[in-house]
């Protein structure tokens, strides 16, 4: 089965967010399980510069607004996985975030873009490439959310359907809305911008399009595939969810254990396993002394690796620091985006400076730090998918606290009685979007974390768990089966 990943982020070429962890692990788990899984990427100039062997497969004439159009197939140096890569200097050659300029606003040309990237999928499947060409396009996020739309005109024009499509969701809230305008630019069929196709509310959606044109949809865990159905997390499409709730799974992502391993993880100070947790502590010293904070073996260390978003809930650890800090806690933050959020966390920072540091940027190997040093990792989210950080802090040992919502529910067993005598406990779990639920479940967490034994179990239950590539890459290969052409 060929199968082409369609998708602006990978790990760890260029990355914003966990859509980069999943596709640098996603394709190479379905080659491991027998499939022949490519990726396809726009030009940024991270991929121009990091995708390795980059050659020529097609020169294209000017379109989408791009006066220069190439064709490039190169591999991953990490994986070996092959890539193509669009070579449109005019749309892509742009440093820095991939979606805005240096101002934080959209690029103006986004629906090109991103249009070109739908379209040159469908390409791949109709032949472009002479040596290979796609049974299946798994398109990721808005940005991919045009590739089943074109494919669909193609199997409009050809009288056939020319290859299946796959579109996972990661992320509703982010959906690729443009003025109705820019449709005549995008080289679709006049029909699809219709209530059953592209239009939304007098807008065109890439999401939409992604969501009703694709053969199967998937999202990122169970839950969040059922939240999403209902009006609260719907985020307008949950009608349109609804109505194809049949074609629509939710797979829980997985850990790229190449990436993170404590015990082979190269960021941090010290490894160590299930069996000997040594090194979990000389990694705790290490973070404390790199953060600044008073190095103190009995502090229970609480951590933060995320976007400063509205999604992540980071109000709560604003607003619930004075109960971690008067438990003796301490807190170690990493993260950029709100403006107001960074401020208010410096700020925290600076009025204590023995027990709260605070990182305001992007750092990939300070986040390992914080993951392998910290005692618990905060992840107190409105709405999450799926989440990767807690599955990293269970991996590590360090215990996820989160809000009982999309895969944190999926995937993080609160340290209730009853769960702790029946061994299957491995966080802290707490359910209403309120100060005082947090709160409670910080001071659950520091009263645990002084009885050391029962810590230590718990720590072994959670680094136990498996939260594996392979697992997931057989349920998309069963999906994909479902819907390759005969
Ligand atoms: P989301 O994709 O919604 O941001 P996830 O938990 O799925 O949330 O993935 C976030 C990914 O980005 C993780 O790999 C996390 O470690 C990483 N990350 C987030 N913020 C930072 C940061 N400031 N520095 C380094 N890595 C970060
Ligand atoms: C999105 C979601 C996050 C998920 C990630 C990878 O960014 O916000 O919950 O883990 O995608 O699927």
Redesign the pocket.
Same mark, same amino acid.
Do not use: F, M, W
């Given at each position: 089965m060929r199968v082409l990943h369609v998708c602006s982020e990978i790990?760890p070429l260029l *990355? +914003? &967010? &966990?859509?980069?962890? /999943?596709a640098g692990a996603l394709p190479p788990a379905l080659v491991r399980a027998g499939c022949d899984a490519r990726l396809l990427v726009p030009g940024f100039p991270a991929m121009m510069n990091g995708v390795a062997n980059l050659h020529l497969i097609a020169e294209l004439p000017p379109r989408f607004g791009a006066s220069a159009l190439r064709l490039l197939a190169g591999t991953l140096a990490d994986s070996g996985l092959p890539a193509y890569v669009i070579d449109a200097p005019g749309l892509y050659d742009r440093p820095g975030n991939p979606y805005y300029g240096p101002d934080n606003h959209d690029y103006s040309d986004n629906h090109r873009r991103f249009g070109l990237l739908g379209w040159m999928a469908a390409e791949l499947a109709l032949g472009r490439d002479p040596s290979w060409n796609a049974d299946i396009i798994h398109g990721h996020d808005w940005h991919a959310g045009l590739a089943p739309a074109y494919l669909k005109a193609a199997e409009m024009r050809n009288g056939r359907k020319v290859a299946g499509s796959v579109f996972t969701v990661?992320?509703l809230a982010y959906q690729g809305v443009f003025p109705s305008h820019v449709f005549g630019e995008l080289e679709l069929p006049w029909e699809f911008f219709n209530m059953y196709g592209v239009e939304f509310y007098g807008n065109l959606s890439f999401l939409k399009a992604g969501l009703f044109y694709s053969d199967k949809i998937t999202t =990122?865990s169970p839950t969040y595939a059922r939240e999403i159905q209902e009006p609260e997390q719907g985020c307008g499409l949950d009608g349109l969810l609804r109505g194809r709730a049949h074609d629509l799974r939710g797979i829980l992502?997985g850990v790229d254990l190449d990436v993170w391993n404590p015990a082979a993880d190269p960021d941090i100070a010290s490894h160590y396993d299930r069996e000997s947790l040594e090194g979990k502590r000389a990694c705790k010293r290490a973070l404390q002394q790199e953060a600044g904070l008073a190095v103190q073996e009995n502090a229970p260390l609480f951590g933060v =690796?995320?976007?400063l +978003?509205d999604? *992540?809930g980071l109000n709560l650890v604003q607003a619930g620091l004075r109960g971690i800090l008067s438990r003796g806690g301490q807190l170690v933050l990493? &993260?950029?985006g709100d403006p107001a959020l960074e401020a208010a966390f410096r700020e925290a920072a600076a009025a204590h400076p023995s027990s709260v540091s605070v990182?305001i940027?992007?750092? %990939?190997k *300070?986040?390992h730090r914080i993951?392998a040093g910290s005692d618990v990792i905060l /992840?107190p989210s409105r709405f %999450?998918?799926? &989440?990767? +950080?807690?599955?990293?802090g269970l991996r590590y040992g360090t215990l996820p606290l989160v809000r009982r919502v999309g895969g944190l529910a999926d995937s993080v067993v609160d340290c209730t009685a009853e769960n702790m005598a029946q061994g299957k406990a491995t966080g802290f779990v707490f359910d209403r979007f309120e100060n005082e639920a947090f709160v409670a479940a910080v001071h659950r967490a520091c009263a645990l974390y002084a009885r050391r034994d029962e810590w230590l179990r718990i720590q072994q239950c959670a680094m136990a768990q498996q939260f594996s590539w392979d697992l997931a890459a057989g349920q998309m290969q069963e999906l994909y089966r479902q819907v390759a052409p005969r």
């Open positions: 790990y *990355k +914003t &967010g &966990g859509l980069a962890d /999943v990661h992320n =990122v992502n =690796v995320s976007r +978003t999604q *992540k990493l &993260g950029s990182h940027g992007y750092d %990939e *300070k986040s993951i /992840v %999450e998918p799926c &989440g990767l +950080t807690q599955l990293y």
